[in-house]
C-alpha cells in the first residue's frame, strides 16, 4: 500500500501515531454538542439555530465552523417545500370585515395583534383539520383546534382559546376571508368578547403571511416527516409539536433565536425591571 501510495511505511506509521492536535481534539468536542443540539431539535435546526443552542450553553464558536462540522458529519437541517394547498373558500353573502394590517405584522406588546388560519393534516382515516391563533408579538400559538370539518365553530374554538389564556383587551383579529371567518356566528363571538377582525385579499398567502409561515413549518419539521394511522395519533403528535416544542423551545430568527415563551418572559423582566427602577428613583 506504501508502495503505491508512494509513501515511506515509517511516514504512515508515524502520521497513524500521531496524538490529535489541540485544534482537531477542539472539534471532535464540538462535534458532539453540535450532534446533541441537532438531535435535541429532532434534527430540524440548520446552523444559525445550532449555534443559537451552543451560545446559550456558553460554548462559543464561529457560523463557518459550525457549518463546516455539520457538513462533514452529513448534519442538515429541515427546509421548508412551497406549498400551494388551499382551505379558503369564500362565501359571497357574508361580508369580511375590513383589512386593519395592509401586511404589517408589528406589535409593540402581546395581545395587539393576532393571526388566524387553517389547515389540514393527513392520515390513513382521513383528513383532520386544525385551526390557530398566534400573537405577532411573540409569534406563541395562544389558541388552536382540532375538527374533522372545517366549520365555524372549529375557528370559534380556536379563538375561545386564545380569549381563555390571553384575556386581550380590542386585539385585532386577522385572517383570510374563508367563510368560517366571515361567518355570522364567527362575527357575533368577536364583537361579544371585543375582538376587532380584520380580513386580507382572496387568495393572497401575502396578506397572511405569518400564519402561512407557521403553517410551512408545521409542515417541514412535522406533518412530511411522519404518518399516522389515526386522527387520534395526528392530535397527540401535533399538540406535543405545538406545547412542548414550538412554544416553549423552538427558536426563532424574527425574534433573536429565542423560543416564543423566552420571548415573552424576557421581555417581561425588563418591563418589571424598568418598573422597579422608576419606583425606587421616585422613592
Not at 86 to 101: F, I, M, N, Q, S
Not at 148 to 153: G, L
Request: proline share 3%.
Amino acid at each position: 500500500m506504501c508502495k503505491t501510495l508512494k509513501v515511506s511505511a515509517s511516514g504512515f506509521y508515524g502520521w497513524r501515531d500521531r496524538p490529535l492536535c489541540k485544534r482537531q481534539r477542539a472539534n471532535a468536542v464540538l462535534t458532539v454538542q453540535i450532534r446533541e443540539a441537532f438531535v435535541a431539535s429532532d434534527e430540524t435546526y440548520g446552523m444559525p439555530r445550532i449555534r443559537a443552542e451552543l451560545m446559550d450553553a456558553g460554548i462559543v464558536a464561529s457560523r463557518k465552523r459550525i457549518a463546516a462540522l455539520m457538513r462533514q458529519e452529513h448534519m442538515r437541517g429541515v427546509s421548508r417545500r412551497r406549498s400551494f394547498c388551499v382551505t379558503t373558500e369564500r362565501d359571497a353573502r357574508h361580508r369580511p370585515a375590513p383589512d386593519l394590517v395592509k401586511r404589517e405584522f408589528v406589535a409593540t406588546d402581546i395581545n395587539q395583534l393576532w393571526v388566524a388560519d387553517m389547515t389540514y393534516i393527513p392520515t390513513w382515516t382521513g383528513f383532520l383539520y386544525l385551526a390557530m391563533v398566534i400573537d405577532v408579538y411573540s409569534r406563541k400559538v395562544v389558541g388552536w383546534a382540532f375538527g374533522e370539518r372545517m366549520t365555524s365553530d372549529l375557528v370559534i374554538l380556536a379563538l375561545n382559546m386564545a380569549l381563555m389564556t390571553r384575556k386581550p383587551q380590542s386585539v385585532i383579529h386577522h385572517s383570510d376571508q374563508g367563510s368560517q371567518y366571515t361567518s355570522i356566528a364567527f362575527g357575533n363571538r368577536c364583537k361579544e368578547m371585543g375582538v376587532r377582525p380584520s380580513m386580507g385579499t382572496v387568495g393572497d398567502a401575502y396578506d397572511n403571511a405569518m400564519a402561512e409561515s407557521f403553517f410551512a413549518s408545521l409542515e417541514c419539521e412535522l406533518i412530511a416527516r411522519r404518518t399516522w394511522k389515526t386522527k387520534t395519533e395526528a392530535r397527540l403528535a401535533v399538540f406535543t409539536w405545538i406545547e412542548s416544542w414550538y412554544n416553549p423551545r423552538r427558536r426563532h430568527s424574527g425574534l433573536n433565536y429565542l423560543s416564543p415563551n423566552n420571548f415573552e418572559r424576557k421581555n417581561q423582566e425588563k418591563i418589571n425591571n424598568t418598573e422597579n427602577q422608576i419606583i425606587h428613583e421616585l422613592q
